[in-house]
């Protein structure tokens, strides 16, 4: 199975200030359909998560702007340019390539300073 | 509007079994696929099972093949999860998430979950 780890698991942030959330598989998640199938969740404190990246860069509809995806084989990231109080949750990277089992990361914590 | 309603959650004994349902409306349930995601308390996501819009095809993460089984009701718009033999490290909060993607998942509507509890 695929590990995904994340990093940092918690992170404080001032609101305003950017923030930036790591994800590392342990292969590539290059499919041999040459897209890659990583995902990025939000999950506010109380609700169902929710997709807002899709295929490592793709904001899902109704996602803000300050919201963005990168990497490539093993190596991805979130962003946050600038962190507002609805931002507060716990992001969960999801690895689709080599499934099932469907992985998770174990969640990064946002939370304001 | 989609909506996904988890049901039959509850306090259970190891060992013994329960059977959960999503019941599911504003769409056409029949066009899509359909899984299991469970998030034990204060921790993260761990996705359980994935049944194909027909049924045709269920997969299921390892740690709960042989006891749990997906079924669907196509006609009753209805997804479920039939737990056997549970265990203390089942108790979680399951959802249903409905799935628009063609070669991998894509999670586009969650349920809002419901809790099994497994404790002596």
């Known amino acids: 199975d695929v590990v995904m780890t994340q990093s940092p698991l918690s992170l404080p942030v001032t609101l305003g200030q950017a923030a930036s959330i790591s994800c590392r598989s342990s292969q590539s998640l290059v499919h041999s359909d040459g897209n890659t199938y990583l995902d990025w969740f939000q999950q506010r404190p109380g609700q169902s998560p929710r997709r807002l990246i899709y295929k490592v860069s793709n904001r899902d509809s109704g996602v803000p702007d300050r919201f963005s995806g990168s990497g490539t084989g093993t190596d991805f990231t979130l962003k946050i340019s600038r962190v507002e109080a609805e931002d507060v949750g716990v992001y969960y990277c999801m690895q689709g390539t080599h499934w099932p089992p469907l992985t998770f990361g174990e969640g990064t914590k946002v939370e304001i300073k | 509007q989609v909506q996904l309603v988890e049901s039959g959650g509850g306090v259970v004994q190891p060992g013994r079994s329960l059977t959960l349902s999503c019941a599911a409306s504003g769409f056409t349930f029949s066009s899509y696929g359909l899984h299991w995601v469970r998030q034990a308390p204060g921790k993260g996501l761990q996705w359980v099972a994935v049944i194909w819009y027909d049924g045709s095809k269920k997969y299921y993460v390892d740690s709960v093949k042989g006891r749990f089984t997906i079924s669907r009701d196509n006609s009753k718009n209805t997804l479920y999860l039939q737990m056997n033999s549970l265990r203390a490290e089942d108790t979680a909060l399951y959802y249903c998430?409905?799935?628009?993607?063609?070669?991998?998942?894509?999670?586009?509507?969650w349920g809002q979950g419901t809790l099994v509890t497994v404790s002596s």
């Open positions: 998430a409905r799935d628009k993607g063609v070669v991998s998942p894509e999670f586009d509507y």
